[in-house]
Structures are given as structure tokens and as C-alpha cells.
């Protein structure tokens, strides 16, 4: 079998990075993007990072082109790259949940250029090569502000847009036997959120690694193609596959009545 390929957007830092050092400690060829070049230095020896900005397409498709110059094939994209989370305390106010007449409205531009459509232009772009494998996964970050309100407007109509996105996708690639999955997370031990930890309950938190986890054991399954189209949460799929976080701990499952 050939040795397997991981791409993961938006990987200078937090949940990112911990899905790539994941990847590439299950042995996976790991290519990492992010606009910050000196984040990056983590995955020296362990993978390559490509320097790429997710809003500029040019960019993005010179990344891909690399990537499938020097490899020749695609076996996991994991779709991180996300904005919107920039100045989420402003002169000391934590501005994030505010009500949507008072958002900045730069943060919906944010999440939907380099969060929504980031994800759509890097699904196109990795298709083809998984098409001509015949196999294929695709793994969208999402989370339960989806399905209901959390924080502000803006988040959840672009989690909302992502998880359209992905059961859309799926349908149009399971004939070609791709999986595509969006992938929740409970609350992550973040650079950004432990910056915001005073305003967080973080009991039954997770490290950037345990969703790591997670896309590894879904790349391991081989009957992944029966959870294409689905949201998965990562704390179910620890229980399912039997995996814990770093710590050896298993962060409780949240459901959408206690997200």
C-alpha cells in the first residue's frame, strides 16, 4: 500500500496542529498550510509546511499543485482553515457573543472566505485525485452552533453552511467511494480559548490532539463510507473506536441540549 497522504488547512496552531502531529504519528505524509510561517516550525522533521493564505485562491492551488506533484495522490483532507475568531476580546470586553447588530461585521466575512469557502475551494481541488484513487476522505471542522445558537449569529450560519457543504459533497462522491464528514469537537484547549479562559467552563474540555485522534481512527476505518454525509461528534467517536485524549482521560460526549 502506498504511504498515505494528509493535508490539514489552517494547521499553524490549535486544533490544526493537533490533528497534523496526529497524522503524522499514525505514519500518514503530513503538508500542513497557514498564513503564519514561524507557527509552523512544529512540524520541522515531522512533515512539510507550505505557506498559504486561504483567501488568496492563487495560492491555494500552487499548494495543491506541490502536493500532488510530490506525491501523486491524496488519501485525507482535513478542512481547518477558519476566520472570524481574530479580536475576540477588544479592550478588555470579550466581544465574541454579542448580539449580531453590534458584530464587526468583518467577522462574518471571515468565517465564510476563509472558513466556508476555503473548505469548498480545497474539497475541489483534492476531488479529482481521490476520484481517480477510488478512495478518499474529507473531513470538515464544524461544530453544534450549526444546530443551534451559541455564541453569535455569524458562527452559526457559517457551521450551518459547513455542514450543508458536507452532506452536499458527500453526495455527489460517494459513487466514487470518498467519504466526507463534518467533525465536531467539544470545547478545545486552544491558544485562543485558554487567552479567553476566564469566561470558559473547561471541566470537560479536550486538547488539539484528541481531534486528531478522531480523523485518525476515521482515515483507519475502513467502513468509513457508511458515515459519509454525517456529523460526528469527536467524543462519540472515542467511545466508539476507543481512543482517549492525551491525558488518558475521555471527555464526555456533548449532545445538542448541553452543547
Not at 478512495?135 to 452559526?156: E, M, P, Q, T
Not at 467533525?183 to 484528541?210: H, I
Not at 475502513?222 to 473506536?241: H, I, P
Amino acid at each position: 500500500m502506498p504511504n498515505r497522504v494528509a493535508i490539514v488547512t489552517g494547521a499553524s496552531r490549535g486544533v490544526g496542529k493537533g490533528i497534523a502531529i496526529e497524522l503524522y504519528d499514525a505514519n500518514f505524509t503530513v503538508y500542513i498550510t497557514g498564513r503564519s510561517v514561524s507557527d509552523m516550525a512544529y512540524l520541522t522533521g515531522r512533515g512539510t509546511a507550505i505557506p498559504c493564505d486561504h483567501r488568496d485562491d492563487q495560492q491555494v492551488y500552487r499548494a495543491f499543485d506541490r502536493i500532488i506533484e510530490e506525491q501523486g495522490r491524496i488519501d485525507v483532507l482535513v478542512n481547518n482553515a477558519w476566520g472570524g475568531y481574530e479580536n475576540m476580546i477588544e479592550e478588555g470586553e470579550y466581544t465574541w457573543q454579542r448580539p449580531f447588530w453590534q458584530q464587526p461585521l468583518w467577522r462574518w466575512e471571515a468565517m465564510f472566505q476563509t472558513g466556508v469557502r476555503a473548505a469548498y475551494v480545497a474539497s475541489g481541488l483534492a476531488a479529482p485525485i481521490m476520484l481517480a484513487q477510488r478512495n478518499g476522505l474529507i473531513v470538515n471542522l464544524s461544530y453544534w452552533a450549526a444546530r443551534k445558537h451559541v455564541a453569535n449569529v455569524a458562527y452559526g450560519v457559517a457551521k450551518a453552511a459547513t455542514d450543508k457543504l458536507t452532506a452536499d459533497v458527500a453526495h455527489e462522491l460517494r459513487e466514487h467511494n470518498v467519504a466526507v464528514v463534518s467533525l465536531y469537537p467539544g470545547v478545545v484547549r486552544t491558544e485562543k480559548v485558554m487567552a479567553a479562559a476566564q469566561w470558559l467552563d473547561l471541566s470537560n474540555s479536550e486538547s488539539p490532539r484528541f481531534i486528531g485522534r478522531a480523523v485518525v481512527a476515521l482515515a483507519n476505518d475502513s467502513d468509513v463510507m457508511g458515515k459519509s454525509g454525517r456529523v460526528l461528534v469527536a467524543a462519540a467517536l472515542a467511545q466508539e473506536y476507543g481512543f482517549t485524549d492525551v491525558d488518558g482521560n475521555t471527555p464526555r460526549a456533548l449532545t445538542l441540549a448541553d452543547a
